[in-house]
């Protein structure tokens, strides 16, 4: 027999107030953490239980929109996307690579009907991503660089959260994780500037981010077999293009004067040139130049940019094909993208 349900406009709860899951509970003649669960999709609840609490929640105004009805099903069909806003000045974002690899992820979510959900806040550590991943606040994560959250990210590895990381691959991550071969773009690097006859290199990138140290080591590795090649090392607060440009800006009034640089970024490469310009230096005549990550800017800038390529136009798919294969219970092998220097004027 089906039980009753209450009308709406039933006395239990106060004139104008906001429904809460107590009031439903009562209308619907169930326990709170029951409709606890049917809101959070719980598959431990009976379907005529199920009804019954939607139908009261949709009856008085509560969630009754496009969530409310994701919230019936195990899934949400949505896909949460974090940026890493941390790793930039006032959380600024900039840098057109970043928006390559989004309007990739996006374009694969929406062939596959899925919903975008653009960096949630509040999700700092595990604790708050198992927390919003459990309330059905995404089916799992695509993050968008490492930063410096590998730690962070391994840890959430181990748990059931879906999850796969643009960035760095490493076998012993313990997440899935898609990316160029790093260590192979800081060689080529290296293999540009021996060709170009150059011997004090420079690299500018913040080494705690795992890609730019892999960066590093791959031009180091070069450099060794070369005993008359120097490298240095100038560390970047910030990925934002000002904070690049003064602090190349201030190496180069200390005395300095590098005659090939390997910037960790194109954006970043941009930046070189315009503090070197300042001082009167001009790239190739006076150090040779490479960025990362191929951006359409970098063909067209002047002088054209030497660039490390990792085939960004297939990014997107694959961050959101292997991602699916977790959320269908499966698992999902790290894979790592083919990586080429583009040589231009620099």
Sequence with gaps: MTKKVAAKGEQGRKSGGRLTMQDIARLAQVSTPTVSRVLNGSPLVTEETRERVMAVAQAHGYAVNRNAAKLRHTRTNTVAVMLDFGSHRHGAIGDPFVFELLAGVSEALSIRNQDLLLSPPGLEDVRAFRDFYQARGADGFIVLGQGTRDTMLRELGRSDVPLVVWGAVAPDAGYCSIGSDNFLGGELAGRHFLARKRKHWLFVGDIRHEELRLRYEGLCAVAKDHDDVTVDFLPIASMAFHATADTVAAYLAAGRQPDAVFAFSDTAAMAVIGSFKERGLTAPRDYALVGYNN?????????????????????????????????????????????EIVVRDT
């Design 295 to 339: 951006i359409p800017p970098a063909a067209h800038f002047s002088p054209a940019i030497t660039t490390i390529n990792q085939k960004t136009d297939v990014a997107g798919a694959l961050l959101v094909e292997k991602l699916m294969q977790q959320v269908d219970g499966g698992r999902a092998r790290s894979t790592t993208l083919p990586t």
